[in-house]
């Protein structure tokens, strides 16, 4: 298992916190971030999750600044997990022209298989795999219960 998230920032938000993470992700070999929305149950015993997938241009911070679905998350006893959309940072590659639907931001959670894309962007292993597997390692969620729910085409972030 990968070390602890390291935590960046953090809010209070309707009896929970707002928190915001970067790790160093193995399958996508570079540093991800996410944010986590912890309900005021989870204080005292594990709770199921919801992972936000964003849509293209959106990061880690888009749902939790604009969708206020805290306030039902903390009635429910539901913690939120949103992630960056694509990975980022020296090294990882991006579109040549710059172009917002491609490459860095892109928002497609798939494995990619051609170079030079190959080694950095596996964000359906990350979303599936890693991100699932550190949540549950470092956060106090229920095992089994958890939903992905997402928007299309940066929907968040107009």
């Given at each position: 298992?990968?070390?602890?998230?390291?935590?960046?920032?953090?809010?209070?938000?309707?009896?929970?916190?707002?928190?915001?993470?970067?790790h160093?992700?193995?399958?996508?070999?570079c540093?991800?971030?996410?944010?986590?929305?912890?309900?005021p149950?989870?204080?005292?015993?594990?709770?199921?999750v919801l992972?936000?997938?964003?849509?293209?241009?959106?990061?880690?911070?888009?749902f939790?600044?604009?969708?206020?679905?805290?306030?039902?998350?903390?009635?429910?006893?539901?913690m939120?997990?949103?992630?960056?959309?694509?990975?980022?940072?020296?090294?990882?590659?991006?579109?040549?022209?710059?172009?917002?639907?491609?490459?860095?931001?892109?928002g497609?959670?798939?494995?990619?298989?051609a170079s030079?894309?190959?080694?950095?962007?596996?964000?359906?292993?990350?979303?599936?795999?890693?991100?699932?597997?550190?949540?549950?390692?470092h956060?106090?969620?229920?095992?089994?219960d958890?939903?992905f729910?997402?928007?299309?085409?940066?929907?968040?972030?107009?």
């Amino acid at each position: 298992m990968s070390h602890p998230p390291r935590l960046l920032n953090q809010h209070a938000c309707f009896g929970g916190t707002v928190e915001f993470y970067q790790h160093a992700s193995e399958t996508c070999q570079c540093d991800m971030r996410f944010a986590v929305y912890s309900p005021p149950q989870a204080k005292l015993q594990p709770v199921p999750v919801l992972y936000y997938l964003a849509g293209l241009t959106c990061t880690e911070e888009t749902f939790m600044i604009k969708a206020g679905a805290q306030r039902y998350a903390a009635e429910q006893g539901l913690m939120l997990v949103s992630l960056d959309t694509s990975p980022r940072g020296a090294g990882v590659p991006d579109d040549e022209a710059g172009a917002w639907d491609f490459g860095l931001g892109a928002g497609f959670y798939v494995n990619a298989t051609a170079s030079p894309w190959a080694q950095h962007y596996h964000l359906y292993d990350y979303v599936v795999e890693e991100l699932p597997a550190l949540v549950a390692a470092h956060f106090p969620v229920q095992p089994i219960d958890r939903a992905f729910l997402g928007t299309q085409w940066g929907d968040m972030g107009r």
